[in-house]
C-alpha cells in the first residue's frame, strides 16, 4: 500500500530514528579511484531508486548515511565473520551518537500505519554491505550481467541443533532453536534439511549469515525489505549465487 519511500519515512518514524542507509565495509584497496567509482555507482543508484518513488527529501542531508567504514590495516581482505564483529561494536558505540538519546528517540517515535510497529528492528543496525576486490570489480565491470555486493546479517549465528524427537506428521526431526525479539522460538525440520553443503569460510549450513546480493535493489528496496526480519529467508541465496532481492 505504500512504495519504498513511504516505507523508509515510516519506518524512521517508527523506530524514533532520525538517519537511515547501510554502512559499507571496504574490505579492498588496489585503488582508491576504482572504490570511488564504485560508491559512486551505489549512490547514483539511491538517487535512481528515489526519482521512482520521488523521495528525495530523504536524501536530504542529515537523515540519508552512505556511511564508508575504511581500514586498510584491518579490513583488506577481510572474512565476513570479522566485518560482522566490528560491525556490531561499531553499531554498539554508534546507535546513540546518531540517533540521539534514548530519550530523544522515544519523544520521535510516532504511530505508523499497519505492521511497522511491530517490526522495529533498525535495518541500519541489522545489516551492513561488504565490498571486497570481487564485488568492487563486478560492479565496475561493463560486462557484468548482475554486479554485487555482500549483505552480512549482524545477529547470524550457526544453527544450534537438539536432540532428536518425534513431531506427529513429520517423524523424526531435529530442532533449531533461536531467537527473535529476546522470544525463544522452535522451529521443525525434517532429516532432508540437514545436508551438509560445502564450507563457506568453514560454515557448512544452508545459511551462512551473508548473501551476495544485485547491488541495483539495494536501496531503497532491499532495505525496506528486511524491515521485516522474515524477509531475510526470502531473499536469501546461498553463495555463490547471487539474489535480485
Known sequence: MFNNADNVENHLRANGHRIWGFVVYR???????????????????????????????????GCFQLTVI?????????????VRRDFN??????????????EEIERRKQKTPLWFDDWLLPVRYNYCIQIDEDSMRSI?????????????????????????QFVPGQGW???????YKDVEYD???????????PPIEGCTDEDVGWVKMWYLSLMPGIYTDFIC?????TVYVRPPGISDG
Not at 581500514?71 to 572474512?79: I, N, Q, W, Y
Not at 526431526?173 to 531467537?179: D, Q
Open 27 to 61: 574490505c579492498t584497496y588496489s585503488s582508491d579511484r576504482d572504490w570511488e567509482s564504485c560508491i559512486e555507482r551505489i549512490q547514483e543508484d539511491v538517487r535512481s531508486g528515489m526519482d521512482m518513488y520521488n523521495g528525495h527529501d530523504l536524501l536530504q542531508e
Open 70 to 82: 575504511s581500514d586498510a590495516g584491518t579490513l583488506d581482505g577481510a572474512s565476513t565473520q570479522a
Open 89 to 102: 561494536a561499531w553499531c554498539g558505540r554508534m546507535v546513540h551518537e546518531e540517533q540521539g538519546s534514548p
Open 140 to 164: 565496475l565491470s561493463s560486462e557484468e550481467d548482475r554486479p554485487w555486493v555482500k549483505i552480512i546479517k549482524a545477529d547470524w549465528k550457526p544453527r544450534e541443533m537438539e536432540p532428536t
Open 173 to 179: 526431526v531435529m530442532e533449531i532453536r533461536g531467537r
Open 187 to 197: 522451529k521443525f525440520h525434517t532429516e532432508e534439511d540437514d545436508e551438509e553443503y
Open 229 to 233: 526480519p522474515y524477509n531475510w529467508e
